[in-house]
């Protein structure tokens, strides 16, 4: 590049407006308040646990060591509570994304008695806590011998009334013509659904295949409930076993939390091109 090159993309650069400098500064500051919180556990997770404890606080370790990430694999059975996390998380995924497309298209695109009363009572789901049905679904699973089972954790978690709105409101969006076209052609219902509906609605299935995951990976009350056996539980309760049965140990308290957060950071930084796309399809952001 030669040099009256450079000077005319200097030139070419437009100063920056007051508008751009603020909200830049306040991206900076929005940013910096939310990795404040990693970092403090990332720096805590590399003192030891005298000094994770010392008053006052400081952020930097006097002494680098990796202590409590070693004593967190050598106290629990950390490798099996991920595994099971991953197990757990991608079968609700799995079992969510198809029965959430399913009945949305269904909502959308058939006519049937009773369809008006059928998607209120799915609607109402969303009023009702998970909470509150913790105690009639244990009993449930306990009735059907699932208790300390892979099926006992995932099957309850698979009934997601927001994600049928959101890929029903999706499927209403879908011209009719391009499956209309698809039936003059001899194509039957199934195979327009999942050779023609499905391929468009892959951004709102990212979206709500990816904000399952993350509530899967998350949940500790169900997983807490529904097992006791040490080697079906899952990261967010076997950390929290490991701290009631050792006391709070804050180091490796620090380090656990980053490793069972490892993968949610990992799906949002490669994922989150799907997931903003997602949310302007399904219309999330108006919702």
């Not at 991920?82 to 198809?98: G, R």
């Not at 058939?110 to 059928?118: I, Q, W, Y």
Request: charge should be neutral; include cysteine; hydrophobic fraction near 55%.
């Amino acid at each position: 590049m030669t040099a009256t090159q450079v000077q005319a993309n200097v030139r070419a650069r437009r100063p920056w407006t007051p508008s751009q400098i603020v909200l830049t500064l306040l991206g900076t500051a929005v940013s910096v308040v939310f990795m404040a919180p990693l970092a403090w556990a990332l720096f805590t997770s590399l003192k030891s646990e005298t000094e994770a404890v010392e008053v006052p606080t400081h952020w930097l370790p006097k002494d680098w060591t990796t202590q409590a990430w070693t004593a967190i694999f050598d106290t629990g059975n950390i490798t099996n509570w991920f595994v099971n996390s991953v197990v757990v998380s991608v079968c609700v995924t799995a079992v969510v994304l198809l029965v959430s497309s399913l009945a949305g298209y269904g909502f959308a695109r058939t006519e049937f008695r009773g369809k008006s009363a059928l998607m209120g009572l799915v609607m109402a789901g969303l009023m009702v806590s998970p909470a509150v049905l913790g105690v009639p679904l244990f009993t449930t699973v306990q009735q059907m011998g699932m208790v300390d089972t892979y099926w006992g954790m995932i099957l309850p978690q698979c009934a997601p009334a927001a994600m049928v709105y959101i890929l029903y409101k999706f499927f209403q969006g879908i011209p009719r013509e391009l499956e209309e076209a698809a039936f003059i052609d001899g194509a039957g219902r199934w195979r327009v659904f999942f050779t023609i509906v499905l391929p468009l609605s892959r951004p709102s299935l990212a979206a709500v295949g990816i904000f399952t995951f993350i509530a899967s990976w998350n949940n500790f009350l169900w997983p807490y409930m529904v097992t006791n056996n040490p080697d079906l539980m899952t990261m967010p309760n076997g950390i929290a076993t490991v701290m009631n049965s050792y006391g709070i140990q804050w180091a490796q308290l620090m380090a656990g939390g980053l490793m069972a957060g490892l993968p949610l950071i990992i799906v949002f930084v490669f994922f989150q091109r799907q997931i903003v796309a997602g949310v302007a399809h399904t219309g999330l952001a108006g919702q």
